[in-house]
């Protein structure tokens, strides 16, 4: 982080100190009386490290860390922001309860190993106490947070609907086909040629006579797929081999192919499934729609809970 930090204030707070020396015990931001230090963000920044430096690299992973870090501070002066909230009200959270919520992790997280617990908030050089302190505001946060935002959230089944039909191709399923092959290798010589096209000519003459295709694949067929019976999983068209892909558009469900030949192979194909283009019914997507509005309105109302939040008190981020 830079060493001169800028501040952006909100809330009560008129003045605040521009260009202020930090270092890494420095601000990040301050919630009235309550200091966020650098520390406090890159501790956990920490926890996300290692999978930034696995998926990013040069100035696209610096813009990531930065990235990651602004989003832990915001979080960090939200969470202090409601537990203002909660003091405010009076709020209280019993020790018995922090207790309960320690064994659950303990049971949880450390199979029942109390001593490995231990172990842990050791080599994270924290006491029980301040452990019990983060339990007691996770709690509090949490339940806050319900309160205001999670049980205030509502989405009828009007905009459920509407929001099915403003984004209906979302929905969109392609046709596709499922299909199995029988393939043979045509021959380097003419000779060889002539034989694997009379070849492939009796196969299909047997199946088109009620031999079952997928033997006769495992079988006969060249194929790299002769062990499943030549046997494809549902594709659209568009994705096989470009020589099939015609046939595929166009051979009804139960069908053998003719002969379709490629420079190197010649196929035989039956279709065995066609499923037809359309969109997923209303009902199919209810529920994620359902999901998703809801996700919405509770960043909506949370946003707007923690902009009043802001106005009431003195917040200062330094940037």
Do not use: C
Not at 203 to 222: P, Q, T
Request: glycine letters at 6%; a negative charge; charged letters at 35%.
């Amino acid at each position: 982080m830079p060493l001169l930090a800028a501040a952006t204030v909100f809330g009560q707070a008129s003045l605040a100190p521009q260009n202020r020396s930090v270092d890494i015990d420095g601000y990040a931001a301050k919630v009235n009386d309550r200091v966020i230090t650098y520390g406090e963000v890159h501790e956990a920044l920490t926890l996300i490290l290692p999978e930034l430096y696995r998926t990013y690299q040069g100035d696209q992973l610096d813009e990531e860390i930065e990235k990651a870090f602004k989003k832990i501070l915001n979080e960090l002066v939200e969470r202090t922001l409601i537990m203002e909230a909660f003091k405010e009200r009076g709020g209280q959270i019993p020790d018995q309860y922090v207790n309960d919520e320690i064994k659950r992790v303990i049971n949880e997280r450390f199979k029942g190993d109390k001593a490995l617990f231990e172990q842990v908030l050791t080599e994270q050089k924290k006491t029980r106490e301040e452990y019990m302190e983060t339990i007691r505001e996770q709690m509090a946060v949490g339940m806050l947070t319900n309160e205001e935002v999670t049980r205030r959230a509502r989405v009828t089944p009007e905009q459920v609907r509407l929001e099915y039909e403003a984004t209906k191709e979302r929905y969109f399923i392609p046709a596709k086909v499922k299909y199995s092959v029988i393939v043979l290798n045509k021959g380097a010589t003419p000779e060889d040629q002539g034989v694997k096209r009379e070849e492939a000519e009796s196969i299909r003459k047997r199946l088109l006579g009620g031999d079952d295709f997928n033997e006769m694949a495992k079988e006969s067929s060249e194929g790299s797929r002769a062990v499943e019976g030549g046997a494809f999983p549902w594709m659209q068209p568009k994705d096989a081999r470009i020589e099939l892909q015609e046939t595929l558009k166009t051979l009804p469900a139960g069908e053998i192919s003719e002969i379709v030949e490629t420079d190197t192979e010649l196929y035989l194909v039956k279709m065995e499934a066609r499923r037809q283009a359309g969109h997923k019914s209303f009902d199919e997507v209810r529920q994620a729609i359902k999901t998703s509005l809801n996700a919405k309105e509770r960043a909506r109302l949370k946003a707007r809970w923690i902009a009043r939040l802001k106005e009431k008190n003195y917040v200062v981020i330094y940037e």
